[in-house]
């Protein structure tokens, strides 16, 4: 094996220790961004029902009559 300037024989497990915390790191910032996408998907979620019951959509029969009339 050959090493680079200042490289060490026997610094493998550093660089294990490495990968591993570098994977770790990795994984932690993937879940942190999943987690920020579901609660902002909620959110919006949670807006639109909100506006759809303010404008009344939500009610049982609304829109039916628009409906009738397209026949």
Not at 1 to 21: I, W, Y
Request: proline share 6%; no cysteine; glycine share 8%.
């Amino acid at each position: 094996m050959v090493f680079a300037p200042g490289e060490k024989p026997g610094s493998e497990p550093e660089e294990a220790k490495l990968q591993t915390t570098s994977r770790r790191i990795v994984q932690n910032a993937i879940l942190r961004a999943v987690q920020q996408v579901s609660r902002e998907s909620q959110s919006r979620r949670r807006d639109t029902r909100a506006g759809d019951t303010a404008r009344g959509s939500l009610r049982p029969g609304a829109g039916e009559s628009a409906k009738k009339h397209e026949k």
